[in-house]
């Protein structure tokens, strides 16, 4: 009987039926679009994660059936659960995006903005994030926060001025591999990303840190400054991996394969988490089967100057003789499509 | 037909009357057209020896400009060759080493540099596109060649060329 109980949520307007226990913004994601506000700390995958960006703050104008009043403040919808009845305004209320503009802003005040030099750029969060909700210049006149160099291995490089402290590399030590070798040090302002007395992170699963992070604090040193990530072409593959699934996006320059990340789902979170030696080891073509290109939305970069795609205007759908004009061209996107 | 615009005019060729049919004046006036123009200001330029200036806004060959250290500002972040129209820019980048700062402003550089000027349609957005303002279309036009090959411009021809300061107090050798 009580597992049957659904809450009827509604979230810019939009109705929705989910358990009781959901997050507001997993009732978000389940209706999708543009209402799911931006998470860089949140993790579906992750145990505890969220709660520390405080980029998908959203307004409560109604708290449940049974008690009406909205809620005080704006609150963390990764974190906060649904009640019966309520009433969530996302993108609706201008109060949110303002709150939002400030988060951004106060996320950008220690990043040094170096995406010409990151290799992150392309795929990362946080210049989405800045793209959609941020300012031009900054406010901030001091001098960013600098960090000496560590080293992390010889397979991830760590950038710790890039860093926006989401923990979820954390979690990723905590849960996914046996020896957690990294963590924060230091407090507030000095908190920081760094390995107990410079230990290596050496774990079969570690490089999943380099996936989850939102920001190009951590990346791949086999693909530093290799190429940019939107001058190659992701390819969907698998191999049979003993500690992992092997599902895989490959990812090619030409006939090379320059990196292997975990695939990436719409909100940037990886569907599977895949080993070490599928993430570095493995970058010949020989050693995967293929299965098809991967789909990039059309609004990233990275599906910047790729035609292959057919997007006949909205009117073409209904008019009859401008689909017989256009027969040709539909027959062959057909044909090159898979 | 009737006009539509009412702007037709028809023309009617009517009989040459006397001095036109002798047709002297009519040689004169075109003779002295001539002459005068001897006497004018010859508009036409010895190109390669003499040259015109160019407009402030002219887009042609580029450069990779360096810093005020004399460092290359290009960071190879592939916006250029992204916002190309033509596809024409590519570059290969690497990591700068220990004791080259004073070569390279930035992290990472653009080791491989190339533009095929016989893609390059001159538009100027890779030097819009910049975030290091590293390129600027400001040089002259891009010379002719015999050869496909030697269009393609290697950092050799587009580096903008060291200009070495001389602090107060030093010499030049």
């Known amino acids: 009987m009580a597992e049957d109980i659904k809450f009827k949520v509604s979230i810019d307007g939009i109705p929705v039926e989910v358990p009781p226990g959901t997050t507001i913004l997993n009732a978000a994601r389940q209706i999708g679009g543009d209402i799911v506000p931006p998470a860089m700390c949140y993790y579906s995958k992750l145990e505890g994660s969220g709660g520390k960006c405080r980029t998908c703050l959203v307004k409560v104008s109604k708290g449940s059936e049974k008690d009406p009043r909205p809620m005080p403040k704006l609150v963390a919808s990764c974190r906060t659960t649904v009640m019966d009845g309520m009433e969530v305004q996302n993108i609706t209320s201008p109060e949110v995006i303002e709150a939002r503009r400030g988060v951004v802003e106060m996320l950008l005040i220690n990043h040094p903005l170096d995406c010409p030099v990151c290799d992150q750029a392309g795929e990362c969060h946080l210049q989405d994030l800045g793209y959609e909700h941020g300012l031009e210049g900054t406010r901030y006149e001091f001098e960013r926060r600098t960090f000496d160099k560590i080293d992390i291995g010889d397979k991830v490089q760590l950038h710790m001025t890039r860093c926006i402290l989401c923990y979820r590399c954390v979690f990723v030590a905590d849960q996914l591999t046996p020896q957690r070798v990294h963590g924060i040090l230091g407090r507030g302002d000095a908190a920081e990303i760094s390995t107990y007395i410079k230990n290596a992170i050496d774990n079969d699963f570690s490089g999943n840190v380099i996936d989850v992070c939102p920001v190009g604090a951590l990346t791949d040193k086999t693909f530093r400054f290799k190429n940019r990530v939107w001058f190659t072409k ?7 991996c003993p500690t992992c699934s092997g599902k895989v996006t490959l990812w090619y320059k030409g006939e090379e394969v320059l990196r292997v990340t975990a695939r990436k789902d ?14 570095f080891e493995q970058k010949a073509t020989s050693d995967w089967v293929i299965e098809g290109p991967r789909k990039i939305k059309h609004t990233s970069v990275i599906s910047a100057n790729h035609y292959e795609q057919l997007r006949p205007p909205a009117v073409v759908k209904k008019n009859l003789t401008l689909q017989e004009a256009n027969k040709e061209q539909f027959e062959r996107a057909d044909r090159l499509l898979p | 037909m009737q006009s539509l615009s009412n702007r037709k005019k028809v023309l009617e060729q009517k009989p040459m009357n006397f001095w036109e049919r002798i047709y002297l004046p009519a040689i004169f006036q075109g003779l002295s057209i001539t002459i005068k123009h001897f006497f004018k200001r010859i508009p036409t330029v010895r190109y390669p020896e003499v040259k015109r200036p160019y407009s402030k806004n002219f887009r042609g060959q580029h450069s990779l400009k360096r810093d005020e250290q004399g460092r290359e500002r290009c960071t190879a972040c592939g916006l250029c060759a992204l916002s190309c129209p033509a596809e024409a820019i590519s570059m290969i980048s690497a990591e700068r080493q220990k004791g080259e700062e004073h070569l390279y402003r930035e992290e ?62 030093e010499t030049t050798t």
Do not use: Q, S, W
């Open chain 1, 266 to 279: 719409e909100y940037g979170e990886v569907e599977e988490f895949i080993c070490n030696t599928c993430r």
């Open chain 2, 108 to 169: 990472k550089y653009a080791a491989v540099y190339e533009i095929n000027m016989l893609r390059c349609i001159f538009c100027g957005l890779c030097e819009e596109a910049c975030p290091k303002e590293a390129i600027y279309l400001d040089g002259e036009h891009v010379t002719a060649d015999y050869l496909r090959k030697d269009f393609i411009y290697g950092k050799d021809k587009l580096v903008e060329p060291r200009f070495d300061f001389v602090k107060e107090g």
């Open chain 1, 234 to 240: 992701p390819v969907d593959a698998h191999r049979d």
